[in-house]
């Protein structure tokens, strides 16, 4: 495969809705500083230039509430914008950026990307990235990446390998089954097979064969996607669905590739405020902790004291300020329908 024909397509019109009080409605968690000043999306670009080679592959897809809100820095980095008229989840947003690649280039072989993950391990996510780009071209299959999980993780999907032998990383499998979020008992289970990986939104196929598995296993999207191509109208109108969902689940047409690299999905405060720690070379929060243990904050430069209390995150952002235990966190985005109930809209 040609690298010209290749194309990359950053997914980044999500909401961030777990990382509420950082990420509002003007500032979605993809375009949060994370870092050295760089936010997740632009972490992303970054890390897949180097096979990219010409930023007039690399793509985003968003929407047009976040349309204006991309850096002028981020956009320098593209070569092309796609905008969906309203936020309608990966299954149609990948159906059309499929249409408007395949309309700029008939031949291409199109890579979608979560905009939110942290992979600080770029050579070897892009030696496997290339080879699910490799697969994807000298069959015609849609390749996955799945990532040999490293513990029982109840918070992520599990794709299963059609295979009775030990999987190799790096090594193509055909899918035998696609599976939610399990049980903590489910996931001890899985994680002892040895033919289940997470699920890592991370897809390469030929544009092509995209809209073939969409036209032979969602009528309804395909229709209503390719109708909106043709007359830029009745998006609205588009189910909001995951591509897993849509096309995934059903299709016989898909591999996947085990992966071992480190990564994150970045999908709450806790684990966006700990990477930070991990990996930040700033100056850290200022917290004590007197008889206390594993807690973790982010404030506006004050002084955080911890006093007889364990496990807690403390978060204070302008005019909120969040109090939960760590493992509840996620719970923040309970407090969105309460604030749009009571007409607090300038919080959101």
């Given amino acids: 495969m040609k690298a010209n024909n290749v194309y990359f397509v950053i997914l980044c019109g999500g909401s961030g809705t777990r990382l509420w009080p950082l990420s509002r409605k003007d500032r979605p968690k993809q375009l949060l500083p994370f870092l050295d000043n760089k936010s997740l999306l632009e972490q992303t670009i970054d890390r897949i230039t180097p096979i990219a080679r010409d930023k007039k ?14 850096p002028q820095v981020i956009r320098e980095k593209v070569g092309i914008t796609l905008t969906e008229p309203t936020g309608r989840n990966t299954g149609p947003a990948i159906l059309y950026s499929c249409f408007e690649i395949k309309k700029m280039n008939p031949n291409s072989v199109v890579v979608f990307l979560p905009a939110d993950h942290f992979i600080p391990e770029t050579e070897k996510f892009c030696s ?12 015609n299959k849609i390749v996955t990446l799945g990532l040999m999980p490293t513990f029982p993780a109840i918070g992520y999907g599990y794709i299963q390998a059609a295979t009775s032998t030990q999987v190799k990383a790096g090594i193509p499998y055909k899918v035998a089954n696609f599976h939610e979020k399990p049980t903590r008992e489910k996931a001890l289970e899985y994680i002892r097979r ?21 036209h032979k296993h969602d009528q309804e999207i395909f229709s209503r996607v390719s109708n909106y191509v043709k007359t830029k109208t009745g998006y609205e109108h588009v189910p909001s669905i995951s591509i897993d969902f849509a096309i995934m689940e059903k299709s016989e047409n898909v591999s ?12 709450n405060l806790d684990l966006f405020l700990h990477i930070q720690q991990q990996h930040c070379c700033r100056k850290k929060e200022k917290i004590i902790n007197i008889d206390g243990k594993n807690n973790i ?3 506006n430069k004050k002084l955080i004291s911890f006093i007889g209390v364990d496990n807690l995150c403390v978060i204070e952002d302008g005019d909120v300020i969040v109090v939960s235990k760590r493992s509840e966190i996620e719970r923040v985005k309970e407090i969105l329908p309460v604030l749009k109930a009571e007409k607090i809209d300038k919080l959101l």
Avoid: R
């Fill in 57 to 70: 592959n690399i793509g985003i897809i968003t929407t047009q509430e976040q349309h204006s809100l991309i």
């Fill in 128 to 139: 496997y990235l290339e080879k699910a780009i490799n697969y994807a071209t000298i069959t």
């Fill in 194 to 214: 040895g033919d289940m990986f997470w699920n890592l939104g991370m897809f390469a196929g030929k544009a092509k064969n995209f809209i073939e598995e969409y």
């Fill in 256 to 267: 996947i590739i085990p992966c071992d690299f480190e990564w994150n999905d970045v999908g």
């Fill in 297 to 299: 904050a982010k404030t």
